[in-house]
Structure formats: structure tokens, C-alpha cells
């Protein structure tokens, strides 16, 4: 029932907002505020109880318009006009469904959305992953590079002969995240400021790798998805993701992980 109430409430304002906007506008006095409609037809308010009306109409509208073309990402189609016309019957009280036909309606849409979502999301991290894999085939190839045990790989930009940090250490370092195919996901370079943390708080591989680097060093790892966020998705990187990091190693702090926390 409770979607029913909130599917009801959305019909009921955007009617409203549909009606505002057909109505030819009543002559008003000058002091009453207007506002210009989508139509470009001005709008009267006589009241703040007018105003809050119609914006809880726009609001609602809104939400409705986007709750129908998201669907439509996943190849579901909600016509438009089947749904201005549950609007029209649900105020009328002459709903075609059923209080239980619409909970089922609804509860399928919601179900054939989030299976279309997670067939999509299978999809693309599979597609990560075997991208991953061939670009790491061929990075591998590259002169100057090595790989651990863990698969690891790293290319040494600039040696040095300072000291290395243990995993317990707190370093400062300068660095840049990008995606296989060159999308930056982070940088300190950008951000002006070098980054500090504790080397045992981060992703598996640059936990390994920048212990394996000395002060003044500077390192290229592609880490493979298993070390860094797996299978985890975000909106920046995509599950299964190999990522490339440029680090400059430029200070280890001389503190444990415990003290610096």
C-alpha cells in the first residue's frame, strides 16, 4: 500500500502541475506575485498556500518524468500517455488495475530493472577485466618493467638511493590514478599537495609497491584489479579495473601507522 500511496501522490500533483499549464491565466491584481510557466503563460499565485501547490506539483513532475525515462536506459519503454491516463482515472476513482494489479506492476518493474542493472554490471566488469588482463600482458613487455609474485608490475622513472619505507611507515608522496585508457581518477599534482598516509591504509598494491621505492624515486605500477578495488564499483572506477599510478616517493615520516592515526 505504501507504494500505491506514494504512485497515487506523484499522479495527483503532476495533474495538477498538467492543469496549471493548460489554464488560461485570470486577470489578478498587480500585487500578486507571477511566475512564467513552460508554456510562457503567466502563472498567478493569490496565496503562499498557491505557491507551495504548484511547487509540489513541479517537484513531483519532475521525479515522475525521471522515474519514466530511467527505465528506458535499460530498454523499457513507459508511454507517457498510459501514464497521464493512470493519472486522469486514479483522480476520477475509475483505476483500470487493482490495488493488488498495480502493486504487481510495479514490484515487476522494479525487479526487471535492477536484473537489467546487474546483467549490465556483469557485463561491463567482465569487459574490465579481460581489458585489464591484455594491458598488462603488454605493459609487461615493456623493457624495464618487472613483476612480483602478487602480479604486481612496476617501471622505475626515476632512481634513486635514499631510504625505503616499511609497511608500517607513514610517506608522503606525490602521484597520479588514471584508468587504462588514460582517464584520471585522482591526483595530487592537481590538487597542489603532496599526500601523506600510513603505507598499511592503502590498496594491497601500493602497500607492496612503494615499499619497494627509495626518497626521490619515482615509480610507474599497474596494479591489477585483485590488488586494488576488485570488484568493487564506483562512479570513478569500474569494477575490475586495472589502474596505472605515476608515484613520486618524497618523504617517509619515520612514524608508525598506529602513532600517525
Known sequence: ????????????????????????PKAEPAAQEQVQAETGKA?????????AAYAIGVSFATYLSTSIEKP????????KELVLKGIEESFAGKETLSED????????????????????????AAAAQKA??????????????????????????????????KETDTVEVHYKGTLIDGTQFDSSYERGQPATFPLNRVIPGWTEGVQLMQVGSKYKFVIPPELAYGEQ?????????????????????????????
Open 233 to 261: 564499483d564506483t562512479p570513478t572506477i569500474p569494477a575490475n579495473s586495472t589502474l596505472v599510478f605515476e608515484v613520486e616517493l618524497l618523504k617517509i615520516d619515520g612514524e608508525s601507522a598506529e602513532a600517525a592515526q
Open 72 to 79: 528506458a536506459e535499460f530498454g523499457i519503454e513507459l508511454k
Open 101 to 124: 494489479e498495480i502493486r504487481a506492476a510495479l514490484e515487476g518493474l522494479d525487479k526487471r530493472v535492477a536484473e537489467t542493472m546487474q546483467q549490465q554490471a556483469v557485463e561491463k
Open 1 to 24: 500500500m505504501k507504494s500505491i500511496f506514494k504512485v497515487s501522490l506523484l499522479a495527483a500533483t503532476v495533474m495538477l502541475a498538467v492543469g496549471c499549464q493548460k489554464e488560461e
Open 132 to 165: 585489464g588482463d591484455d594491458f598488462r600482458a603488454e605493459f609487461e613487455k615493456q623493457e624495464g618493467v618487472t613483476k612480483t609474485e602478487s602480479g604486481l608490475l612496476y617501471q622505475v622513472e626515476t632512481a634513486a638511493t635514499g631510504d625505503q619505507p
Open 43 to 51: 502563472v498567478h499565485f493569490k496565496t503562499e498556500d498557491d505557491k
